[in-house]
């Protein structure tokens, strides 16, 4: 199967052979944060923007 | 066993932990908290039959609900509600820790636009104010003088929410070397320590800090583990100045980050909090039996 692209520049992402859902993957070409929304079939979608009560 | 662990999204931390699970057998649930709907007044039997849930999410307001049902239900959670909730707070910190008797940078809060430049004006030039809430190092502002302490306070109280009106201003510490310290306490136990180095007063890794290995030594675990027990214990992350009459904390997180300190401190982070959320999920189930 092929690679799934950015939702945001189209460049190719390799994934990790232990993908798990709601990970987050940089896209190497522009930057964007992609979230693994869906295993199967396997969909990305630009990760949630920073909100104001995230944190540690 | 079963084990759960919320998140919001999976980050690195988070594989990590699901790693440091199957390394030991164990397949836990990843729990969506953004797919949850929670009936508290219906404590759901697929909730109750976890032996704990490891709480990683990173959303503050998620977090303090979520644990707030969990636990009401008497679900084991780690941490608990008690300590994620004073570490949510950065007043509720400053008390637990005075209650306690243990060392840290000066305080004052104030709740008008005259009275908190009055209680900056009192801790003098630069000072430190923060939001009670949030993370990161957002919005937490070093103010250099009067000008830029009315400019601040001006935006804080024309732009700003209510929760922004509380002004908890802090002495500002000088970092010696531009760095300060955070360690990391499982339990009972200082795990390790990394120095935060920047040349951005805002030390935080998430901003841009180099972290490399400190060394733990008996006043580092001593401060830690003290801070640690004053917030509730569990695992949590203590971030300390160094000034000359010693350690002083500056704040607790109850949902620490550790991607960037595993290869400063060769210390398997992951591991140690799996192997601690083992432990005490066992301790709950004993304690359980007992109980029957």
């Known amino acids: 199967m092929a690679n799934p692209t950015c939702t ?27 979230e693994i929304i869906d295993l199967d079939p396997l969909t990305l979608a630009l990760a949630p923007e920073v909100e104001e009560d995230w944190g540690e | 066993m079963q084990i759960g662990m919320i998140v919001s999204r999976v980050r690195r931390e988070e594989k990590l932990l699901m790693e440091a699970f199957q390394a030991r057998g164990i397949q836990i649930d990843v729990l969506n908290d953004g797919e949850l ?27 303090l ?65 923060k939001p009670l809430t949030g993370s990161w190092g957002r919005l937490v502002t070093k103010v250099n003088d009067r000008q830029s302490a009315e400019a601040i306070l001006e935006h804080r109280f024309t732009l700003g929410n209510y929760p922004y009106h509380t002004g908890y201003v802090q002495d500002y510490v000088h970092k010696p070397n531009g760095r300060d310290i955070r360690s990391f306490v499982v339990g009972d136990r200082t795990l390790c320590a990394i120095y935060r180095t920047s040349q951005h007063w805002i030390t935080n890794t998430a901003r841009g ?8 030594t008996e006043e580092i675990a001593d401060i830690s583990q003290r801070a640690a027990a004053a917030v509730g214990g569990g695992i949590v992350a203590i971030d300390l100045f160094e000034t000359e009459a010693g350690y002083l904390v500056n704040e607790v997180n109850h949902s620490m980050e550790f991607r960037n300190s595993i290869e400063p401190t060769g210390v398997d982070i992951p591991a ?17 039996e007992v109980q029957l």
Do not use: M
């Not at chain 2, 007044?41 to 490891?54: G, M």
């Not at chain 2, 239900?73 to 637990?96: E, F, M, Q, R």
């Not at chain 2, 140690?272 to 359980?288: M, R, S, Y």
């Open chain 1, 8 to 34: 945001e520049c189209g460049a190719e992402i390799n994934l990790p052979e232990d993908v798990v859902l709601n990970e987050i993957l940089p896209c190497p070409e522009c930057g964007v944060e992609l």
């Open chain 2, 37 to 63: 709907i929670l009936h508290p007044l219906d404590p759901d039997p697929r909730w109750l039959a976890y032996d704990l849930i490891l709480e990683r999410s990173i959303s503050g307001s998620r977090t």
């Open chain 2, 65 to 129: 609900a979520t644990l707030q049902i969990l636990e009401t239900w008497g679900v084991p959670t780690l941490n608990n509600y008690h300590t994620a909730s004073i570490c949510s707070d950065k007043l509720s910190t400053t008390l637990a820790l005075a209650r306690h008797s243990v060392p840290q940078a000066q305080v004052s809060i104030a709740f008008s636009e005259e009275s908190i430049l009055e209680a900056i004006e009192n801790r003098g030039y630069p000072a430190v104010l």
């Open chain 2, 209 to 216: 800090g180099v972290a490399t290995n400190c060394e733990i």
């Open chain 2, 272 to 288: 140690a909090i799996v192997d601690f959320a083992l432990q005490t999920a066992d301790e709950g189930a004993a304690l359980h």
